[in-house]
C-alpha cells in the first residue's frame, strides 16, 4: 500500500461488520450525510447503500466503481453522483461479487481517490463478512465503525471480530437500543468486552421505520424531518461528532 500523510489526507471512515442485518447501511448512509463525506459503497447487495438513495446496483452502465477499482489508483478517480440533500455516492455495482480484486489494490484506490474528492471524510460501507473489498477498506481506513446489536449471539462474534481488527483503531456503536432491562446487562458485557479494544460510541435507538425511510432526502441532511426523525438524526449527528473526535 501506498504510504499515506494522515495528518494531511481526507479521513477514511470505513463501517464494517461481521453478520449482516445490524444496520450498517443505514448508519453508513445517515453519518456520510452528517460528515459532508462522500460515500463509497463497497455492498454488493442489491438492498444496500446504493439502492437506498435510489439507484439500482444491477442496472448495466459504463464506469463502474468495479472499472475504476481494476483500473488501478493511478487512473483517475470515480466521479461521485451528487443530489441534493443526500451524500455524495460512489454507488455499487453487483458485478464486485464476482471479482477477486486485491485488498492492497482496493486500499490503494481508496487513499488515492480521497484527496481528489476534495471531502475532509470518505465513509465507506462494506460487505458483511471477510472478503477483499471489506479488507482493503479496513486497511485504508482511519477509524473502524462497527455496529453491534445488543445481544448475546452479536457480542461473542465481536469478540471474534475485535481480535481481528486489533491493529486498527475501532468505534464500536450499539445499534437499534430498544431500552429493554435485559439490554443494561448486555450494554455492561459490551464494555466489557471492548475495554482496551475499542472505543464505544453514542448509541443508536431503534427506530423500526428508520431501515426502510425512503425520502428524498437522507434523515441527517433532511432540515424539516418531523419530531421523531429528529430525534433519531440528533443521535446520528451525536455518533458523528464522536467519529470526528476519535480521529481528530
Not at 447487495?45 to 459504463?62: C, K, M, Q, S
Not at 464476482?98 to 475532509?120: E, M, Q, S, Y
Request: aromatic share 4%.
Amino acid at each position: 500500500m501506498k504510504d499515506v500523510d494522515r495528518q494531511s489526507e481526507p479521513r477514511i471512515v470505513a463501517v464494517g461488520s461481521a453478520k449482516g442485518g445490524v444496520g450498517k447501511t443505514t448508519l453508513s448512509v445517515n453519518l456520510a450525510g452528517a460528515l459532508g463525506a462522500v460515500l463509497v459503497d463497497l455492498d454488493w447487495e442489491v438492498a444496500g447503500a446504493t439502492n437506498l438513495l435510489g439507484h439500482d446496483p444491477r442496472r448495466p452502465r459504463r464506469n463502474t466503481i468495479l472499472d475504476h477499482l481494476e483500473r488501478g489508483p493511478d487512473a483517475p478517480p470515480p466521479r461521485p453522483r451528487r443530489e441534493r440533500f443526500r451524500p455524495d455516492l460512489v454507488p455499487s455495482h453487483v458485478d464486485l461479487a464476482a471479482h477477486a480484486l486485491d485488498a492492497g489494490t482496493v486500499a490503494d484506490c481508496l487513499a488515492a481517490w480521497a484527496p481528489a474528492w476534495g471531502r475532509p471524510y470518505v465513509v465507506v460501507d462494506t460487505h458483511p463478512g471477510l472478503n477483499p473489498l471489506r479488507d482493503g477498506a479496513i486497511a485504508a481506513a482511519h477509524l473502524v465503525v462497527v455496529p453491534v446489536l445488543l445481544s448475546e449471539n452479536e457480542i461473542d462474534g465481536l469478540d471474534y471480530l475485535l481480535a481481528e481488527l486489533a491493529e486498527h483503531t475501532v468505534m464500536v456503536v450499539p445499534n437499534r437500543v430498544s431500552g429493554r432491562a435485559q439490554e443494561r446487562r448486555l450494554a455492561r458485557r459490551l464494555l466489557e468486552t471492548t475495554e482496551g479494544r475499542a472505543v464505544v460510541g453514542p448509541l443508536v435507538s431503534e427506530y423500526r421505520w428508520l431501515p426502510t425511510r425512503r425520502r428524498r432526502m437522507t434523515l441527517t441532511q433532511d432540515p424539516h424531518p418531523g419530531s421523531g426523525p429528529a430525534r433519531a438524526a440528533a443521535e446520528l449527528r451525536d455518533l458523528a461528532r464522536a467519529v470526528e473526535g476519535c480521529i481528530a
